[in-house]
C-alpha cells in the first residue's frame, strides 16, 4: 500500500483507544462514552458527567458557518 492509496482511516481513534463503558449522565444507561459533558441547572449548580454517543448526537450544539 503506498501512500496515495490511503483510505483516511489509518488514525482513526478506535485503533489505539479502548473502549469505556460507563452510566451516561443524561439518560441513565450504561453505553460506550464518547466525552465528558456538563449540564447547568442554574448559575450554581452544575452537574458533569459521562455523555454516551446517543446523547451526545442530541445534545451537542451545531455550529454553522455564516
Known sequence: ????????????KSLYQ??????CLFCGQHKEI???MSIQFSEFE???GPCCKSC???NAKVVKAV
Open 1 to 12: 500500500m503506498a501512500w496515495y492509496n490511503s483510505t483516511g482511516k489509518e488514525n482513526d
Open 18 to 23: 479502548e473502549r469505556v463503558i460507563d452510566r
Open 34 to 36: 464518547k466525552c465528558n
Open 56 to 58: 451526545y448526537s442530541a
Open 46 to 48: 452544575i452537574s458533569n
